[in-house]
Every structure is written in structure tokens, then in C-alpha cells.
């Protein structure tokens, strides 16, 4: 799968635009009074905090998702064995758990 991560160029120049920008901070001139641009900076900083907790989410569900490839290979691989369902489980609760967490943690940074 060759999806790029939040952290890849555009989020990387906006980050950059966002600091360069930030040098313009608290500027005493009419201009960036009117348009609030102070404030305009606090927007752009949070949007970007929102940005990363999302890049934080894509990588851990990526790792879940390299983990359940694995898990299906090896189902895969094993097809002509039996399988023991309490250590499937033991194999899967993990995985489980970090979509579940990652899931929320999707729900609580978009809603």
C-alpha cells in the first residue's frame, strides 16, 4: 500500500510556512491588526497540532495493519493445520486493541 503519511510534503510546508509566518507575530502595523493575524497564526498552529495527532494514528494503524498481513500469511501458509482458537486470540486481542484505540482516537480528534 502506497499511501504517503500526513508527514509527508504538504504538511511539511505548511509546517514551514507556519513558521516563517510566525516570525510576524504580534507585528505592530494596521494591517495585521485588521486581519487578525495573530489570531489567524493560533488557527494555522492548531490545525497543524490536529495534523500530527492524525500522523500519529495513520503509523499505528499502519503497524496494526502490517501486523494483520502477517497474521493472514501465516494463516495463509498454515492453511493445512489445525488451529488452536486461544492462541489465535492471543494474536489477534493486540491487533484488535490498537485499531480500537486508534479508531477513538480518530472519532475524538475529528468529532
Do not use: W
Not at 40 to 54: E, F, H, K, N, Y
Not at 62 to 87: F, H, I, N, Q, V
Request: net charge negative; charged share 25%; proline share 4%.
Amino acid at each position: 500500500m502506497a499511501v504517503l503519511p500526513f508527514h509527508s510534503h504538504p504538511v511539511r510546508r505548511l509546517a514551514t510556512v507556519s513558521e516563517r509566518l510566525e516570525t510576524l507575530r504580534g507585528t505592530d502595523h494596521q494591517l495585521f491588526k485588521v486581519a487578525e493575524f495573530d489570531e489567524q497564526l493560533d488557527a494555522l498552529r492548531d490545525i497543524l497540532a490536529g495534523l500530527q495527532t492524525l500522523d500519529e494514528i495513520y503509523e499505528e494503524l499502519g503497524r496494526a495493519d502490517g501486523a494483520m498481513d502477517m497474521l493472514l500469511r501465516l494463516l495463509l501458509a498454515s492453511s493445512s493445520e489445525p488451529l488452536d482458537g486461544g492462541s489465535l486470540q492471543c494474536l489477534m486481542e493486540p491487533i484488535h486493541t490498537k485499531i480500537s484505540r486508534a479508531h477513538q482516537r480518530l472519532i475524538d480528534e475529528i468529532i
